[in-house]
């Protein structure tokens, strides 16, 4: 005996069973999304004053990212509503630019941890906190070890990481943050780069856009698969296939659903 | 796997006398089958069971006999785990070790994995008159992403240092701190259980939603397949929180952040011993943790009890032979405590000083979420009114022993939702008789139950009678002989997870101070190993019975020994790939026992008037 229900939907429910699933998949989804937007609202209220930093990240970059996701978003659907009106060829063309812009977003997304991962920031013995992309690390004639950071951002340890967006208005308007800075070993006090470790706030950006990143290439791994390899079924089966394209886009819209919560939260406020 | 397949099918075309079926690998390590899957859980699991209750005892002996050597195992143990079992003898680490492992393994490799996904698995679709589970593979790698997380878990015995020490909720800083890698191995395993029962739970509920026989209405279901449906909703969205929490401590093991570490913390050793690294975090909260574990944690708790339950309120019902009382109280009962199982959680955390508001709200809730468990309880009690019921066979006796006990662990309950009364029992053993009320003379019977139950229809014979009542009497005896000193020791402040069962506070070591464990605390930790002892040689009549019956049980006298109306009693026996001789399609509500007028004392659910 068969499974019922696989393409047929159901008449009292009106819904084939991979839709049902993968309704629930998502419910279980959201309650692993929501919990990490839960911990990153108790984290950021128990934060002590001072510490819990803002604007450290590229919004420019952040909004093409958002603009991507976005376009996917609608290829997606016309994919879908291609393939059901028959035009598998349309289909085709449609969910390339979904996948594309898979791609494009995890380029970008690495290129943007590249960059954080590079950043330095330095608290120096005279007390002052200076961070800024490392452009340069080397032994001088003396054989003392130096960095040079370039735009370079410093205020006062003690103000707090979340100072930090005041001192860089003032010094763009000075013009300081244009000068490389030049800082040798002596002077340093500590030294770390902005990774998961830095700071609870990048541990929770990282971990949150990670995770997320993660769905980003599972949901496109699989319609890749579908779009390429998993074609064969559009002729044995097309209602199936129609099925599993469907299936993978309420998948991939949940995706971008995360992206339009992780967006404001962690870049705007 | 393919290559036998073929080889199978071309030997079958060669010689066409031979029958064509999967292979032996196809049918029963990677079979898809929602029957062959419930049966590799029910092994796994019950295995599982068996080393949880190993790692009791030893704990019950190294409180007993605090850095006694292990008598008999004593060698094999420190062959097995060396220098943490020295001279055979249980170290304090060991003994943390074995503490988290025993609460893991009996929760998240036991107990759920017997009652939800071998249960669920082979009872389900059965009842509901499906021919599978919706999604037969996905159901397939539930059990594999099980496995794997049992074996991690396992595996982290063995590892330089051992497996993890913090307790199976795992609390930040602690199990961030301790310098062994079993915590890694700990949530590795973790996140893998959760995938797992996020594929079962998907599974169940799209079957149960999308595969119901024709006529087969929401209220014709059997509570059974109600209260997996409730269970299957709260893995679904309990887990995921618990999930993050793993990854979060995760990132404070490997990536060196800082989730759970709060500001200040003061450490001294270890390789997070720099102060000014957590200073410099911003924040990092350990009540966070235990807000996510708890969230997961305490719906977990109904994972446990429902779907034994439901196996119990089958048995009752037919053994009884009366309709279930109330079937609708019931059902909406149940949907109730699924519900309100998610607003308790932070009744675990009284002690934490989160504020008395929001104990107040959480004590609350509580209390509230006991009314509709009791009214499932008294409906189960009100079925037995008036029925004509077969008392002395194993499954209507455990089923009947689950009521009085999951009585005694609900009602010791009562206490320890209450904030003022919590202040005293948090974190002593009145606590763990309490939870141990509900799980090991609840759960764990209920559970034997569904197997006296079920068994006739998996295997086609019955189990011996005889040795199952002994196994009854003897595991009704001794676990309460284990678990009801526990309340005495609780109350008299003797605090859990210590290696030595309190010695270090009992007044025969500290004859000047005050509050001291008095001696008969004390010695209930020998009673407690005694009854722990004989609690095991009380299960092996069970373990003989269970596989010897399988060649040498009496016969199953038809498909339909107990003379039960719901439809995984009208599948042939065992029930075959599909299920059913003909599509079942059902006319009537599942508990038609001793209806007036009819024939028989039962009429099955798709039998027409």
């Known amino acids: 005996m068969e499974i019922p229900y696989v393409t047929q939907p159901r008449r009292d429910t009106g819904l084939y069973n991979a839709k049902v699933g993968i309704w629930l998949f998502l419910a279980s989804e959201v309650m692993l999304f929501g919990g990490l937007f839960a911990s990153y609202i108790m ?38 509503s291609a393939l059901k009106l028959k035009n598998f060829k349309q289909y085709r063309r449609f969910q390339a630019v979904t996948i594309l812009c898979a791609v494009t977003f995890i380029v970008i997304k690495s290129f943007e941890y590249r960059e954080k991962f590079t950043h330095y ?37 003690v103000n707090g990481i979340a100072y930090r967006p005041e001192a860089v208005r003032e010094q763009k308007k000075s013009g300081q943050i244009d000068a ?80 339009i919560f992780l967006f404001p939260v962690l870049y705007l406020l | 796997m393919e290559a036998t397949q073929t080889q199978a099918q071309r030997q079958s075309v060669h010689e066409t006398h031979h029958e064509q079926g999967p292979g032996f690998l196809r049918q029963y390590i990677f079979s898809t089958d929602h029957k062959i899957i419930g049966l590799q859980y029910a092994v796994t699991a019950l295995c599982f069971l068996l080393i949880g209750f190993f790692l009791m005892c030893l704990m019950s002996w190294s409180k007993a006999y605090d850095m006694a050597a292990v008598p008999v195992l004593g060698p094999l143990l420190e062959t097995l785990l060396g220098n943490a079992a020295a001279e055979g003898k249980i170290s304090p680490d060991l003994y943390n070790s074995f503490g988290a492992m025993h609460g893991t393994i009996m929760v998240f490799l036991a107990i759920v994995p017997m009652v939800f996904a071998a249960f669920g698995n082979y009872i389900v679709p059965l009842q509901i008159g499906a021919v599978d589970m919706a999604f037969p593979r996905i159901n397939m790698a539930s059990y594999q992403f099980y496995f794997l997380g049992g074996v991690v878990m396992l595996t982290s015995f063995f590892i330089p240092n051992g497996a993890a020490q913090a307790g199976w909720t795992s609390y930040s800083p602690l199990a961030t701190v301790i310098e062994t890698d079993g915590q890694t191995f700990w949530l590795i395993g973790m996140v893998l259980l959760i995938t797992s029962s996020l594929l079962g739970a998907v599974n169940f509920i799209a079957t149960i939603i999308q595969l119901r026989a024709p006529g087969m209405t929401w209220m014709r279901m059997p509570w059974f397949v109600w209260v997996q449906f409730v269970t299957a909703f709260l893995l679904l969205l309990a887990f995921p929180p618990l999930e993050v929490a793993a990854l979060m401590q995760l990132m404070d093991k490997l990536v060196g952040t800082s989730f759970f570490l709060p500001t200040g913390m003061a450490l001294t050793s270890g390789e997070f011993a720099t102060a000014e690294s957590a200073a410099a975090s911003g924040g990092g909260s350990a009540l966070l943790y235990q807000h996510l574990f708890w969230f997961l944690g305490h719906p977990e708790v109904y994972v446990l009890i429902l779907p034994a339950m439901g196996i119990v309120a089958e048995v009752i019902s037919n053994h009884a032979r009366r309709p279930l009382w109330g079937y609708r109280t019931l059902v909406y009962s149940v949907l109730a405590v699924g519900f309100l199982s998610f607003i308790v959680w932070a009744h675990h955390m009284y002690l934490t000083g989160m504020g008395t508001f929001i104990s107040a709200f959480f004590q609350t809730t509580t209390i509230i979420i006991s009314i509709p468990s009791v009214v499932i309880l008294t409906c189960l009690f009100i079925t037995l009114w008036g029925g004509s019921i077969r008392i002395n066979t194993p499954p209507m006796l455990f089923a009947l022993a689950f009521l009085p006990m999951f009585g005694i662990g609900g009602l010791t309950g009562l206490p320890l939702a209450f904030n003022f009364a919590d202040l005293h029992l948090h974190d002593t053993y009145y606590v763990i008789a309490h939870f141990h009320y509900v799980v090991a003379p609840g759960t764990i019977f209920g559970l034997m139950a569904g197997i006296y139950f079920w068994y006739p229809k998996v295997t086609g014979r019955l189990m011996n009678d005889y040795w199952g009542k002994v196994h009854f009497w003897a595991s009704l005896l001794f676990m309460n002989i284990v678990f009801m000193p526990m309340f005495y020791q609780g109350m008299k402040g003797m605090i859990r997870r210590q290696h030595d069962g309190g010695a270090g506070y009992s007044s025969a070591r500290n004859p000047d101070g005050i509050g001291g464990l008095d001696d008969t605390v004390m010695e209930f930790n020998t009673v407690i190993l005694m009854g722990a002892l004989m609690l095991g040689l009380a299960q092996i009549p069970f373990i003989l019975n269970f596989f010897l019956s399988l060649k040498y049980g009496e016969k199953a006298a038809s498909d339909n020994p107990w003379r039960a109306t719901t439809l995984d009693w009208q599948t042939p026996t065992p029930p075959p790939h599909g299920n059913f001789r003909q599509p079942p399609e059902v006319v009537r509500g599942p508990y038609d026992y001793s209806l007036p007028g009819a024939k028989e004392d039962f009429v099955p659910q798709n039998q027409p008037a």
């Open chain 1, 180 to 259: 490389d800075r030049r800082i040798a070993q002596s002077e340093v006090k500590s030294i770390k780069n902005w990774s998961p470790a830095a700071n609870t706030y990048f541990a929770i950006y990282f971990t949150m856009t990670a995770l997320h990143a993660l769905h980003v290439i599972a949901g496109a791994l699989v319609i890749a698969w579908i779009w390429g390899p998993g074609a064969s079924l559009w002729k044995t089966d097309p209602e199936r296939y129609i099925n599993r394209v469907e299936v993978s886009g309420l998948f991939w819209h949940f995706v971008d659903l995360v992206w």
């Open chain 1, 43 to 80: 984290l950021r209220v128990g934060a002590p004053e001072g510490t819990w930093p803002t604007d450290l990240l590229d919004v420019p970059i952040g909004t093409i990212n958002t603009v991507v996701l976005i376009l996917s978003s609608v290829t997606v659907v016309l994919a879908w």
């Open chain 1, 121 to 157: 920031d330095v608290v120096l013995v005279t007390g002052e906190r200076v961070d800024g992309h490392l452009k340069e690390r080397g032994e001088d004639e003396q054989g003392e070890e130096y960095l040079v950071l370039s735009h370079p951002v410093s205020y006062p340890a």
